[in-house]
């Protein structure tokens, strides 16, 4: 029903930024959260930040606040994650998630799944 490609992940020195883009075809995004989510190597899955497709409702998780903004187009039926002051431990390899889910921070109620870029902070 969904489908999401990701694109934007790279490398970058400690205090800069980058810009990540997930494009979604298919339809039903009414009810939908979309979300960001990242692995880091040896650690689990961590919430980043979601929105809600249609009222744009953000949430944050609290190792980002203030540094990452997620927003949406939808006219372009893409979510994009901005990341500002980046740390060594931001790296991880991000994924875009789409779906109805009752809390949006919960990863395991995401039907709908990104292939993953990786971003990569050097000291």
């Known amino acids: 029903q969904v489908q999401l490609v990701e694109s934007g992940g790279g490398l970058v020195q400690a205090g800069g930024s980058l810009r990540l883009s997930c494009a979604a075809s298919?339809?039903?995004?009414?009810?939908?959260?979309m979300g960001w989510f990242r692995r880091a190597p040896g650690k689990e899955r961590e919430f980043v930040a979601a929105i809600s497709w249609s009222g744009g409702s953000t949430y944050y998780g609290d190792s980002v606040k203030g540094r990452f903004a997620i927003s949406r187009d939808i006219a372009k039926r893409s979510v994009y994650l901005q990341m500002n002051s980046l740390k060594p431990e931001d790296t991880a390899v991000y994924y875009c998630a789409a779906g109805w889910v009752s809390s949006p921070t919960a990863g395991h109620e995401y039907a709908y799944w990104g292939q993953g870029t990786q971003v990569t902070v050097s000291s």
């Open positions: 298919g339809r039903g995004f009414g009810n939908y959260f």
